[in-house]
């Protein structure tokens, strides 16, 4: 289930494109919803409907946290926050190795949390299908068990969330804020809008989507933290905006490519001893002529123009 990690940060990552902020620290952000999750989780001791939205939630404070910063900075000293938030990032790789190797690492050689407990974790959608199933006296047979087994509620929060992003930008006061934001800051100063606030809210929102995508991905697919928990979901979250055109839909249907892309991957490569990184080289090819896919019509369209201009010129001479 790699699609929904994507698509949260390619949402996470896209909201703050839009206000023409360049979050690249979603890595960090995602890693400290995780940790954070990963800490609490096994110390919870309330009914599941308490606990898991009180673990996305803290999750996704931990990201807005950690995105104020780089926020901050932009916002009262002009800093980039480009740099910022990568080295937020790097930060935060270094302070989650650091919990998990010392005071969260359970016990045991592997540097990691303990496992989530099976009452705190996300349920399956194989799980819930296979329930119904039995009460409507289905065989087992006819539930593709494979396949949504695999599948946990975080995808239809993921989706929820991208549902939730398209009506914050294109129907509400905040959403056009941010958008005259990212076209015209100078406008959006002569209209009255607070830019420093505006700034580090964004941030701040694009920072929480990241981390509810690292606490989603605890609590359903790895249930602990670990040295080796992101594979750079964050940093292909950027990606997968640039692909998706920056709007919610493309962005879910970029992460569902880039995510079969990478499952695809790994199998071919315990199957067919295939190098995953070819999964790499094709995803770079696909952001390459999706960048190009907009200046080449016009450059025809300059050719095609300028060759009528000089064949008039021809014919009136």
């Not at 939205?53 to 800093?79: D, H, S, T, Y």
């Not at 696909?286 to 009528?308: D, E, H, K, T």
């Amino acid at each position: 289930m790699n699609a929904v990690p994507l698509i949260l940060t390619g949402l996470a990552v896209g909201v703050a494109f839009r206000a023409g902020l360049f979050n690249i620290g979603a890595e960090g952000q995602l890693l400290m919803g995780a940790v954070v999750a990963a800490g609490l989780a096994p110390t919870l001791a309330l009914p599941w409907f308490l606990t898991l939205p009180l673990l996305m939630l803290l999750g996704g404070l931990a990201g807005a946290l950690w995105a104020f910063v780089p926020g901050l900075l932009k916002a009262r000293l002009g800093a980039n926050e480009v740099i910022t938030s990568l080295m937020m990032s790097y930060i935060a790789f270094y302070v989650t190795e650091y919990l998990v190797v010392n005071p969260l690492k359970a016990e045991g050689v592997l540097p990691a949390t303990e496992l989530v407990p099976e009452a705190n974790r996300l349920p399956r959608v194989g799980d819930f299908l296979s329930g119904v199933g039995q009460n409507l006296g289905l065989s087992p047979e006819a539930i593709p068990s494979d396949f949504l087994g695999r599948l946990h509620l975080g995808l239809p929060i993921a989706l929820l969330v991208a549902l939730g992003t398209s009506y914050l930008l294109w129907r509400t006061v905040p959403g056009f804020a941010i958008r005259i934001l990212g076209l015209n800051p100078e406008a959006a100063t002569y209209g009255g809008l607070r830019v420093g606030r505006a700034i580090v809210l964004t941030m701040m929102l694009s920072g929480a989507i990241a981390g509810l995508a690292g606490a989603i991905q605890v609590l359903g697919v790895n249930y602990r933290m670990s040295s080796s928990f992101s594979p750079g979901f964050g940093f292909t979250g950027i990606a997968v905006a640039l692909l998706g055109n920056v709007t919610p839909v493309g962005i879910v249907l970029a992460a569902v490519l880039f995510g079969v892309l990478q499952t695809g991957g790994q199998v071919m490569q315990r199957t067919a001893e295939i190098p995953v990184a070819i999964v790499t080289i094709i995803q770079a090819l696909v952001i390459f002529f999706v960048a190009v896919q907009v200046p080449l019509p016009r450059a025809y369209l300059y050719a095609w123009g300028s060759r009528l201009r000089a064949r008039a010129t021809r014919w009136r001479s």
